[in-house]
């Protein structure tokens, strides 16, 4: 057991292979500067994101969508009920 691990440089967990777990269901983890993701990326539950956020490539939704503010869109394909300006 380790309460605080320091490390200054490069650190990699795990190199071999193997899962990594960080922190324990229902407990807050915070990353103090930039997340670099170079795989896919699974989320079990909410993604909740303050401030602007870009998207790169194609998005694909299932379910609901709610926009609030102003949105900009080049180009709008839509299968099904589709509502626009309805507030």
Excluded: P, Q
């Excluded at 193997?18 to 324990?24: E, I, K, L």
């Excluded at 303050?50 to 709008?76: E, K, Q």
């Amino acid at each position: 057991s380790v309460s605080t691990f320091d490390s200054t440089g490069a650190t990699s967990l795990a190199t071999g292979g193997g899962a990594v777990n960080v922190a324990s269901t229902g407990v807050m983890t915070t990353v103090k500067g930039t997340l670099n993701v170079d795989e896919a990326v699974t989320l079990d539950t909410t993604l909740n994101v303050a401030g602007n956020t870009s998207l790169a490539g194609n998005a694909a939704v299932t379910g609901a969508l709610d926009v609030t503010g102003d949105t900009s869109v080049s180009t709008f394909d839509s299968t099904g009920a589709t509502s626009l300006a309805t507030g």
